[in-house]
Structure formats: structure tokens, C-alpha cells
């Protein structure tokens, strides 16, 4: 009563509120983001893999700041990184397991009780309908002990291989390109590459948005000449020195044309193609058709854009080719990323600093999903296929090569259609929200109402898929666990506990191990295991030799700025590019000279949907917003869903800047949307942000996938713009 | 290689980990080189920034519009520097487009303070809260802050915040403290692209470069201020081609109702005076008899306690009312310490007066001559009507800032005035009409007073509809952003108040006109029924005036961010 007039008559400014003091580490700082101590650890948004220091103090991170040290990021951090401590203390997370009753109302239930109900459900089903009927839907987010750890759980604790992670809605298709021409996934570049290419070419890729650390390091290129293919004028468009407006999907077309150009002029690296690749004459006989004035046609470029970027290309000594999911969620995804690697190939960009073929990963550790996860191959880039692989594991892990999976299960988009099928009855979703990420949330939530058991582990609840489970197991997340992360140039980062997690929650490591030991199989699968370090020693072993060697990662090497695999005793600092030998994981040893052709798109554009939808991302947030919406500033910089339209499709369509628009496919409607007019959007498309539940992209997406990868094509489909006037 | 361009060099910062003054290759901002410009006696116009402090360097933000990558990273890490709360941020991004698709252009721009030389919210503060500090950064002191408010109101970037849970303003402060021990501030630690650079440079660079250094596309002038921020801008940039792509979004200002009564209310005492003044100097002529002096005599104190009330209630918007008694202490150039003054010495004069008046007439109003105490009187209400014009003047004066263009104007002045001009009379005339009422008498000639004063008001009140009516849709055309903004305010989403303001313009108008026709026999209470009506009317016409005034008044600021512009203008629309 007495604070609150002292408030009212102006007696009380929060002084002490609003302090500031001495931080031995940071400086003059705000009081209140001065902690008891700061703890080094890795970023646990995205895959450039930023290294920070967490504020400690009373079991809360209370700041956080970029590592100076860390090679990567030298200090700085994006808006989100900058946040990461506030979603920790967010109300919606998860403190404890939660089971739905028969009113259909989510309570509270024991740890015992709650592994009592999955392993057994799980058992009665696998026993009436196979092990097989049990599904499991991981993610990137993961720490990658916790993807070997789970990797083993499911396919031999649980007897499954229907496993896969959100990671095939996001670079699947780069693994599979990488396969397909090396022999092996592995993105071949670095960072550093950015900063020392003579020129960059971005295709499909908006790293102002979406990774904009690695900023860092383009701004350092002293003769930065970047070219930026996109439908869209990005932020990173609009730094670019040349930029390729082209028609979706036609970026195949774009590429085979400048490797029509390149063979045509003669600026084939012969002794390269030579020495270390396969296929190029089929390669010349194909690209022959792609003439200027065709691939001109083709893309909607002009000639002379063609030839500005054909020129760069050939002109550079190093050129670093990145890309992300403009190229990746596609039905021709995989093989849009071998041409990629063919052109970089024959112009000899590979195995250099700052010339590579790079797929700019999604998570923070999509890559250690790639490495260890036990999903889309065997752990540390064996396959499934191969025998010699499968006993190798079995003989290092003592166990029965029997019951070795020998070939991978269903993918993703799979698993969604045998749960429709009536193939698949139980479903374990970890940290991934597929009731916003998934495309047709229509199908998908009729394939999810079909499913005897959803058990839905996350660090968030409620997020909109935890709504609908059966069971909720809480986890732990960033800065509450201990582990590592893999970034997108192979480097291994540690990932460090400051806190513990909240409630009852626990590490995703942790709940596997006890799922071990109700499944029997603790000894069996993890023998002696006590922590991460553990599985992490056990995961140097089995890759010893391998591509992605970690061998020679030690503690401290992960903790100093992280190390690039390999990492071994050839390489005992880590290794920049890969294949700087020419030698690649192909049974012959030579890179594969692959092409294509550009299909049609997936979803033509008809009278009644005129106009193709673009999706993507916003710097402020992550993915489904689970995390970044319990972030206020984040959430004020960008509160809500919008739709970019060009201001002649506005016009066309009756559209004005205050307006309010309703999206609409064939597949469903989304109403009271904010609209944008602006000129960065071609007239025959709209853009939307896919980050938000409430405005769910997704209603309207098509499910259509690369046949290879599995992965989505978010980026096209039909869709109609309508003025909406809210009932009134 | 310069360091500015460097931003590992801002990495090092953090290696520091005492705040003793760091080596000399650890200073982070960049030391431009002291050119022989410094030995030289700086020219410093007389303006604010130089008020007590003879430096002859400045430390400045120099921002590169070429390297910033739009990604907000300043932004959330100066919230974390100074552990601000979400709705005040000390830092913003904004966006800039021209050109068609595929030639578009985009860029942004990241602003803190601008450290103006000539610092608006400095010369506005009406307690002194603001000061140079030796680096030539405008500093707030929150302790001396009253949290008025009016700094928000004169600066053109819209820089200074109100923190509502502090009921104070605050605002950037570049960090000084850190760049006292060698470190970078914040924001330009945080940006991965090298856009936020420091620089201390001679003064007298600023002072001549200022004219093109702080020009940004769609920015206010850099004349306005003369800030001391560089901003560079991409090569081959016509910052003329681009607009902030906020533009469209413009949210309604708060209305500050105790401002708009205290406003009307001081306006309605001088008007009033003015018509006692009036009557009381011609007296002799009108008749020297009668109700006249128990008008004046008690007309004038009623006018007192409105007067004083208003001035009163006017504290409570302050942050701090308790502190309200401060606000005078700047009267050498902050224009609402002069408004306290004036008006403050306006509602003394008209004490006194309205105390002679009471004292030499309300008691024995009959048989005293109107001579009596004749100088001294009218001495006394010359100094009130004085007075009242100087307050008032302030008080309109206060309104005519540079950032807020749509009350830049000597418009605003006279609006302040004829407010006073249309409310004085009719509260004149009601005041005869309860007179009347409380005698026996219904004399004519008062009739012909009430009606030339009514005829008065009408004037006034038709002039001030017309010269609304014209400006609001000569502006709908305006070049000047915050002027068609403001236009479009009125005309569409505030066509209902303002279409009631003008029904409210025509009935006050018509009572006017027809609800006073002389004649011989009046009927009194008639006569106080329509005065009260007219008062009403006028009132509710001036003070619907006066709130349109406060709420579409469309400040200058920087370029926005597009979406949280759009999503707080229409849901505040929609609501």
C-alpha cells in the first residue's frame, strides 16, 4: 500500500531495480544480469553452432553473451541466441509427466508410473501387431550422445527401424545429394570458406534471416562478390552484388545452364574431372540443350544475368556454392543438391577453403543427427546395407548381428502415411512439433487421431502436438544438459549443464536410460554408461577411421571453439575441407557426375489459385515458436504471422495496406492474416512465415516429397489472396 | 587496419576482465587521429549541447547503413545491457524500401541516441534532467526526471522513452560508463555485420558535416537537432527514393487528459477575464448601475478556482507529481517551465483582481462608484489580461515543436486563444444569466451585452471550424509524412469524434445566434436554461477539439519495424 503511493507520487523510481555494477567478464553491466558465474557452452538454436557464455545464478541463467573465444561466432550472437535463458523459465514448460485420462485431460503421473504406461502399452502393441508398429519421430535438438543413445534404444531396445527425425523436413535432401555424388554425407566447407572465396553463390538461401552469424564472416571477405539466387528479395538479396530472381524450382535449370556454359567455354578443371570424378561425358551430353537463351526461358533471368554469374563463377579462383532449404525442400531436392556438387566439381571448387559445395545446416544438431543417430544409416556414415558395417557395430557393441536393422524404415513422411494405412499404432514424438511443422495438417491430424499410443517428449508444454498426446515426458533443454553439438562445418562443440532442469523434468539421455532399464536392455545397450561421457567415448571409438572421425576429440578441444571432424591423429586439430585428396567415399573412390531436369512443380497454379506460396523464416524465431514465443522482445520485434504481396497483386485482388487477407488453398484457409505490400515478392507470389501455430502455414501446404530424401515441398503451392472482413 | 572496420576487435572486449583503462591497442572504439582541427578554437554555435561544457571532442555513433543486416541483434543485447524492461528499448531497427520487383532496394537502420548537439529533450526539460557529459553524450539523470514526458514529445527521433514502471523517462546513454573503461557498448558488440561503430572526433567535424552525416532516407532533418550520429549510407543511395515501410501504420497519440483539461480550462479563465476586463473598463458606458459589479464580483473568484484547479490537475500527469514544483527551473529555454510561469503568474494576477473586484464591489455593489479604487482596479486586471496572454502564449508555445509538425505552427497559438475567445464569452454570458436569475430586474440592455458577446463567440467559434476544416484536407495532400498522417487520423479513423465535434461546432453556433434575440421581456430562467446550453455545447466542441488535437497529433520518428508497427496500429485500431 505505502510502496504503491510512494509509486504513485513519483517517491519510487526503482533504483535498485535498475543499478548497474561491475562484471569481471562483460563489464559495466544492468545489476540484475550479473550472475554468480558464467558457464561456456554452444547455442541450441541453429546450426552455425554459436559459442556463449551462460549467466549463472541461483540455478537460473539469468544473461547470456558470445564467446570471444569460440572461432565461430568470435563474440557475437543473433537476437534469439541472445534470449536463449529467458524461454527456461517460461510457464509453459514441461515440469512433469503428464497422461491423459479418460475425460481426456492431461494429469500429473510418477516417473515410474509414467515409463510403467509406455513400455507396457508399447509391449501389448508390438505384441499384437509386430515391433514394427511402434514409430518414433526424433528432431535436431538434440545432443548427439542423446541421438546414439536414442538410436540404439529404438532399433535394438525397442526392435523398430520406423525412426526418423524432423531432420527430413529440413536437410535430408542434402544428405541424400551428398551421398549420391560422394559416397558419403559430410558438407565439405567451412566458414572460413566464406571469408576467402572469391565469390559466394547463395542459392536458396536467406542467411540474413536465418543464420545471420555467419555474417561474421562474409563481412570479413575482402572482395566480397556474392551472388544470391532466390524467388524472393531476401535480406541477404538485398546485400547481394548479383541477384537471380528466378522462377521457382527452376534453380536445376539455372544450374544446368552454367554447366552448359562452363563445358561450352572451356573452363573445365580437365585434370580435376580427370583425376577424381566419373560421368562427365554424360554430363556434357546432357548439359548441351541448356544454352543462355534456353536456361533464359527456363528461369525468367535475363541473358546477361546468366552470363554475370557464369563469369564470376569462372573467374574466381575459389568459389563456396551454400545453400539451404530453397533448394532442400523440394521434391527435387536431393538431386538439385548432386548438381550442385557436379558444377562445383568440374570447376574444381571442392576440397579448398573457401571453394565447396555447402549445405548451411537447419538445428543445432541436425548434424550430430546425421553422424549418430541410428536413423537414415548406421552410426558414423555406415549403412544399413552394407554387412561388413552391421557386423563391425555388432562385434564393437557385442551383440548379436542379428538383430541389426539391415535396411532403414520408414522416413518421416512414411510414418505419417502407415499411421493413416493402419500400419504403424504407436508414435513416440521427441522434441518436434509436427502439428505445425508437418505439411497438410488436415491429413496429419487425421493420421495422429488414428494412433493407440502418442507420447510426446519435450521441454514445452503445451505445445500443439503435446495437447494431443496420450503421455507427456518433460525434458531438459539447452543449458540443462551435457553433451555436444555438430554445427554445419563439422565442428563439434560442447554443449555444458549450467543449470538444472526444472521440476521434475530430465535429460533426454537420462529418460533413455531408464527406458533401458524398463525395456531389460540397460547392460545390453549401454554397458556401464553413468553419463554423456560415456556415449561420447564410445561414439569416438566407433568412428575411428570413419569420414566423421572423432578420435581425436578430446574434452578440451571441445570445449575451446569446438573442433572440425575429422579429428584423428592425421588431423589432430581438426579438418577444414573435406576431400582436399580427391579421394570420396564411392567404391571407386571418384566423385559422381550427376544432373537432372527440372519437373513441373509439384502443385500447378490454376484460375482459382492463382499465385504460388513461398514459405520461410523471420530472424526472431525459431521453428514452431515453442521456444522463441516465450521471448518478449522477440515476440514484440515480430508479435504475429504476415503475407508478402507484391502491391500489383494487391491491387489486382482488392487488397489495401490496413487490410486483413485470408489465405486459401485446396487443402484449407487461413483467415485474419496482417498483409505486407512490398516490392521484395515477384507478383505471382506470396510469401508467409511458417513460424506460427495460430497462422498455420502448413493448413495449406502440399504433401508432396522428394521421392529420395522424403523431404517437403514447403516452398511451392497453389494458393488465392482474399480481402477478409472479420464476422461482424 | 582502422579498427572500426574490424569486428573482432570488438571480441577482444571481453578479454578484459578488470576495468582498469585497458592497453592502448585495446581500445575498441576508434581514436580518429586529432587533426590540427583540434588546436584550433571549436566555432560552437549557441545552442544547448554547449551550454556548460568547453570540450572540443565528441564520441559518436557512426552508423554503416551499408553492413547492417537488418537481424535486431543491437536491439535485444541493449535490453540486456540495461535490463530494460520489453516496452522500453533504448535501441531500434527500422526498414527502408524503394524500387520494383526485382530491383527493390531495402535496407535499415539501427538507432539509439543520436547525441544531438543541439539535443531537443535538452532545451524542452523543463527541471534540467538532462546533461553533456565530457564525451559529448546526452546524458538523462533519472533522479532529477519528473517523468513529464515532454523531452518524448520534442525529440524528432522519438529517442527518449517513458518507462511506464519507473514513471520516469530513460534513454540511451551509449554506454558511457563502458567507454570510460575501454569497452564497446552493447550494440556494437552485439552486430555481426561491423554497422554500430564508435568514433571520437573533433567537434568542429561535427558541426560541419552534420548537414549531410545525419541525413537517412525518410529521417527527420538533421537541422531539427543537429545530431551527432554519422550514418553511411550504401553507395549510390538516393535517400530521397525511400520511405519507411512503417509509413502506413500510425498509431493514435495518447489523448493526456488532464493536459486537455487543464488546456481548456486555463483558456476558458482567460477568455473569461478578458470579457470582465472588458466590461469593467467601460462600465460608465454601459450603465453604471447594477449587477455588473455581483457579476464581475463573483464571476471572477468561480474562474479562480477553475483556473487554479486546472493548473492543479494538470500535475497528475507527471511521473512524479510530488516533484512538480521542479518544472520551473529551466525557464531559460524549456518553453513548459515558461508555461508554469506564465499561467502561474496569470492565475495570481487574476487572484488579486478577482479579490479587488470581490472586496471593492461584491459586498456593496449598489452604492459604490464605479471610480472608486479605479486605478488600482484596472491596473490589476490589465496585468491579469497581460499575464493571461503570456500563459497562454507559453502554454500554445510548448506545443510548437519541430517533432510534431502538425502543431508546429503558429496554428496552434491561435487555437489556443480563440478556444479562450470562444468559452470566455459564453461563460460571461452565463454568469449574467444566473446574475439575473437571483434579481428582480431583466434590464435590456444587458440583453444587447449578452448578444454582442454571443455574436463574439460565434465568430471565434466559426473561424476556428473553418480553419480546421481547411488545414485537415489541405493536408491530406501533404508531402510531410506526419501531416497526412494526421489528415488521415481525422478524416477516417477518428470520423466520429470529429464528426461530433462538428454537430457539437453547429449546435453551439445555432444556440448563439438564435437563443438570444432581444427584447423587453426575457424570461430568466429561459435565458439561464439556453446560456447553460450554449456553455455546454462549447465546452464539449472545445474539449473534443482539444482531444483530437492531442491524439492525431502524427510525431516524427525513424523508420520502423514493418510488423510491429502493423500489428500495434491495428490491433490498437481495432480495439
Not at chain 1, 555494477?21 to 554452444?42: A, C, H, M
Not at chain 1, 536414442?150 to 529440413?170: I, R
Not at chain 1, 513460424?691 to 501446404?701: D, G, R, S, V, Y
Not at chain 2, 525513424?558 to 500495434?568: C, E, L, M
Request: hydrophobic share 35%; net charge neutral.
Amino acid at each position: 500500500m505505502i510502496a504503491k503511493l510512494k509509486t504513485m507520487l513519483g517517491l519510487d523510481i526503482k533504483e535498485k531495480e535498475y543499478a548497474y555494477d561491475i562484471d569481471p567478464e562483460i563489464g559495466y553491466l544492468s545489476e540484475k544480469k550479473i550472475p554468480d558465474k558464467w558457464v561456456k557452452t554452444t547455442c541450441g538454436y541453429c546450426s552455425v553452432g554459436c559459442g556463449m557464455i551462460a549467466g549463472v545464478k541461483d540455478n537460473k541463467i539469468i544473461s547470456v553473451r558470445g564467446d570471444y573465444d569460440h572461432p565461430v561466432n568470435q563474440g557475437n550472437l543473433c537476437p534469439k541466441g541472445l534470449s536463449e535463458h529467458e524461454p527456461l523459465t517460461s510457464p509453459n514448460r514441461a515440469i512433469t509427466p503428464l497422461i491423459k485420462d479418460e475425460n481426456g485431460n492431461h494429469k500429473p503421473i510418477s516417473w515410474d508410473g509414467a515409463y510403467e504406461h509406455m513400455t507396457r502399452k508399447v509391449a501389448e502393441l508390438q505384441y499384437k501387431y509386430g515391433n514394427d508398429c511402434f514409430s518414433v519421430l526424433s528432431t535436431g535438438q538434440l545432443l548427439t550422445e542423446e541421438f546414439y543413445t536414442l538410436g540404439k534404444l529404438v532399433q535394438l531396445g525397442f526392435g523398430t527401424n520406423n525412426y526418423d527425425g524432423n531432420t527430413t523436413l529440413c536437410m535430408s535432401s542434402a544428405v541424400v545429394g551428398y551421398k549420391q555424388s560422394f559416397g558419403s554425407d559430410g558438407p565439405p566447407g567451412s566458414y572460413k570458406g566464406l571469408e576467402e572465396a572469391d565469390c559466394i553463390f547463395l542459392i536458396g538461401a536467406n542467411i540474413a534471416d536465418n543464420h545471420p552469424i555467419l555474417w561474421n564472416h562474409v563481412y570479413k571477405n575482402k572482395n566480397l562478390n556474392l551472388i544470391v539466387c532466390d524467388p524472393r528479395k531476401t535480406k541477404t538479396a538485398m546485400l547481394a552484388k548479383t541477384y537471380l530472381p528466378i522462377k521457382p524450382r527452376s534453380d536445376i535449370d539455372l544450374l544446368n545452364g552454367l554447366i552448359h556454359l562452363v563445358i561450352r567455354h572451356n573452363y573445365v578443371d580437365k585434370a580435376y574431372v580427370e583425376n577424381h570424378t566419373e560421368g562427365f561425358d554424360q554430363l556434357a551430353q546432357h548439359a548441351e540443350k541448356y544454352t543462355p537463351s534456353f536456361v533464359s526461358e527456363k528461369t525468367g533471368l535475363p541473358v546477361e544475368l546468366i552470363m554475370e554469374t557464369f563469369e564470376s563463377i569462372v573467374n574466381s579462383k575459389n568459389t563456396f556454392f551454400a545453400w539451404t532449404m530453397g533448394v532442400n525442400h523440394s521434391t527435387q531436392g536431393s538431386d538439385t543438391v548432386s548438381l550442385i556438387n557436379t558444377l562445383a566439381l568440374i570447376t574444381g571448387n571442392i576440397g579448398r577453403t573457401g571453394a565447396a559445395p555447402m549445405s548451411i545446416t537447419g538445428q543445432c544438431n541436425a548434424m550430430g543427427s546425421r553422424e549418430f543417430s541410428f536413423s537414415s544409416s548406421l552410426p558414423a556414415y555406415r549403412k544399413f546395407e552394407n554387412e561388413q558395417d552391421r557386423l563391425d557395430l555388432a562385434n564393437f557393441w557385442n551383440i548379436d548381428p542379428n538383430i541389426m536393422p539391415t535396411k532403414r524404415g520408414y522416413n518421416y513422411p512414411q510414418i505419417i502415411d502407415a499411421i493413416l494405412e493402419g500400419k504403424l499404432k504407436a508414435l513416440w514424438v521427441i522434441a518436434t512439433n509436427p502439428i505445425v511443422s508437418f505439411p497438410d495438417q488436415n491429413r496429419l491430424k487425421e493420421a495422429f487421431s488414428k494412433l493407440d499410443l502418442l507420447v510426446v517428449q519435450d521441454a514445452f508444454h503445451p505445445t500443439p502436438t503435446g495437447e494431443i498426446a496420450d503421455l507427456i515426458l518433460p525434458a531438459a533443454t539447452w543449458g540443462e544438459k551435457q553433451g555436444s553439438y555438430t554445427n554445419s562445418e563439422r565442428r563439434v562443440s560442447v554443449a555444458n549443464k549450467a543449470i538444472d532442469p526444472p521440476g521434475l523434468a530430465k535429460s533426454d539421455f537420462e529418460i533413455f536410460q531408464d527406458l533401458s532399464l524398463w525395456l531389460g536392455k540397460k547392460e545390453m545397450l549401454y554397458p556401464g554408461w553413468t553419463s554423456t561421457d560415456d556415449a561420447f567415448e564410445e561414439m569416438r571409438k566407433i568412428s575411428k577411421g570413419r569420414l566423421c572421425d572423432y578420435s581425436g576429440i578430446t574434452k578440451e578441444k571441445k570445449a575451446n571453439g569446438g573442433v572440425q571432424w575429422p579429428c584423428n591423429d592425421k588431423y589432430p586439430d581438426g579438418c577444414d575441407s573435406l576431400y582436399s585428396d580427391g579421394i570420396f567415399q564411392t567404391e571407386s573412390g571418384k566423385a559422381k557426375l550427376l544432373f537432372t531436369e527440372s519437373e513441373p512443380l509439384p502443385e500447378s497454379t490454376s484460375n482459382s489459385f492463382r499465385l504460388i506460396l513461398n514459405t520461410g523464416r523471420t530472424v526472431e524465431h525459431w521453428h514452431t515458436r515453442t521456444k522463441t514465443g516465450n521471448v518478449e522482445l522477440l515476440n514484440k520485434l515480430s508479435p504475429e504471422a504476415w503475407v508478402e504481396v507484391n502491391p500489383r497483386t494487391a491491387k489486382h485482388n482488392g487488397i489495401r495496406q490496413q487490410d486483413k487477407v485470408s489465405l486459401i488453398s485446396p487443402r484449407g484457409r487461413i483467415d485474419d492474416i496482417l498483409v505486407r505490400i512490398t516490392e521484395t515478392i515477384h507478383p505471382d507470389h506470396v510469401f508467409m512465415p511458417f513460424h506460427f501455430a495460430e497462422k498455420c502455414i502448413n493448413k495449406l501446404t502440399f504433401p508432396a516429397f522428394d521421392p529420395k530424401s522424403g523431404e517437403p515441398n514447403y516452398k511451392q503451392c497453389a494458393v488465392r489472396i482474399e480481402r477478409y472482413d472479420p464476422p461482424s | 587496419m582502422d579498427s572500426t572496420n574490424n569486428p573482432a576487435m570488438n571480441c577482444l572486449t571481453n578479454k578484459l576482465t578488470t576495468l582498469g583503462s585497458p592497453p592502448e591497442n585495446k581500445k575498441l572504439y576508434s581514436i580518429t587521429k586529432p587533426s590540427d582541427k583540434k588546436n584550433k578554437p571549436v566555432e560552437k554555435p549557441d545552442i544547448v549541447g554547449f551550454r556548460t561544457d568547453n570540450r572540443d571532442m565528441q564520441t559518436r555513433f557512426h552508423f554503416r547503413m551499408d553492413l547492417c543486416v537488418g537481424c535486431h541483434a543491437c536491439e535485444v543485447a541493449c535490453g540486456e545491457q540495461n535490463g530494460l524492461p520489453v516496452d522500453t528499448q533504448w535501441r531500434r531497427v527500422g526498414e527502408i524500401q524503394t524500387g520494383t520487383f526485382p530491383d527493390t532496394k531495402s535496407y535499415f537502420l539501427s538507432s539509439g541516441c543520436n547525441h544531438c548537439l543541439d539535443a531537443a529533450c535538452m532545451k524542452g526539460c523543463p527541471v534540467d534532467a538532462y546533461q553533456v557529459n565530457h564525451r559529448g553524450i546526452v546524458e538523462h539523470l533519472d533522479d532529477t526526471c519528473i517523468g513529464c514526458g515532454y523531452c518524448t514529445w520534442n525529440c524528432p527521433y522519438s529517442v527518449p522513452v517513458l518507462q511506464t514502471d519507473r514513471k520516469i523517462v530513460t534513454k540511451c546513454d551509449m554506454c558511457t560508463h563502458r567507454l570510460d573503461a575501454g569497452l564497446d557498448p552493447a550494440c556494437v558488440q552485439a552486430c555481426p555485420a561491423g554497422a554500430i561503430q564508435i568514433e571520437h572526433v573533433p567537434l568542429q567535424e561535427i558541426i560541419d558535416t552534420y548537414q549531410t552525416d545525419g541525413v537517412g532516407p525518410d529521417m527527420p532533418s538533421p537541422d531539427i537537432t543537429m545530431p551527432s550520429t554519422k550514418i553511411t549510407l550504401p553507395k549510390d543511395m538516393k535517400p530521397e527514393d525511400f520511405e519507411k515501410v512503417d509509413r502506413g501504420f500510425v498509431k493514435p497519440e495518447e489523448p493526456h487528459t488532464p493536459l486537455i483539461i487543464m488546456t481548456i480550462l486555463t483558456q476558458l479563465g482567460f477568455g473569461g477575464f478578458c470579457a470582465i476586463f472588458l466590461v469593467d473598463l467601460f462600465r460608465t458606458h454601459i450603465n453604471p448601475s447594477l449587477y455588473m459589479g455581483d457579476i464581475l464580483g463573483w464571476l471572477s473568484p468561480t474562474l479562480m478556482v477553475i483556473i487554479g484547479g486546472s493548473l492543479n490537475a494538470s500535475t497528475l500527469h507527471l511521473g512524479r507529481p510530488i516533484f512538480a514544483f521542479r518544472a520551473i527551473k529551466n525557464w531559460r529555454t524549456s518553453w513548459l517551465s515558461r508555461e508554469i510561469i506564465g499561467l502561474t503568474l496569470f492565475a495570481k494576477a487574476g487572484l488579486a483582481y478577482s479579490a479587488f473586484l470581490l472586496l471593492t464591489e461584491g459586498l456593496d455593489m449598489i452604492t459604490l462608484e464605479a471610480s472608486q479604487g479605479n486605478l488600482i482596479r484596472i491596473s490589476l486586471g490589465a496585468f491579469t489580461i497581460i499575464s493571461g496572454i503570456i500563459g497562454i502564449y507559453c502554454s500554445s508555445k510548448l506545443y510548437r515543436v519541430p517533432a510534431r509538425p502538425a502543431w508546429d505552427s503558429v496554428r496552434t497559438s491561435v487555437d489556443f486563444f480563440v478556444t479562450g475567445l470562444i468559452l470566455g464569452p459564453i461563460s460571461f454570458i452565463f454568469s449574467l444569466a444566473v446574475a439575473m436569475y437571483f434579481t428582480k430586474d431583466s434590464p435590456a440592455h444587458l440583453m444587447t451585452i449578452a448578444q454582442v458577446t454571443a455574436w463574439f463567440s460565434a465568430i471565434s467559434l466559426l473561424f476556428m471550424v473553418i480553419e480546421k476544416t481547411y488545414y485537415i484536407n489541405k493536408w491530406k495532400e501533404s508531402d510531410i509524412h506526419e501531416l497526412s498522417a494526421c489528415a488521415d487520423l481525422n478524416l477516417k479513423y477518428f470520423f466520429r469524434a470529429r464528426s461530433l465535434k462538428n454537430v457539437l461546432a453547429g449546435l453551439t453556433l445555432v444556440s448563439l445566434i438564435f437563443l438570444f434575440p432581444m427584447g423587453e421581456n426575457i424570461d430568466k430562467s429561459y435565458l439561464l436554461i439556453a446560456s447553460g446550453i450554449t456553455l455546454l455545447f462549447a465546452l464539449t466542441f472545445c474539449t473534443l477539439n482539444r482531444y483530437l488535437f492531442f491524439v492525431t497529433v502524427v510525431p516524427r520518428n525513424i523508420p520502423g519495424n514493418f510488423i510491429t508497427s502493423a500489428h500495434d496500429a491495428l490491433n490498437h485500431h481495432k480495439k
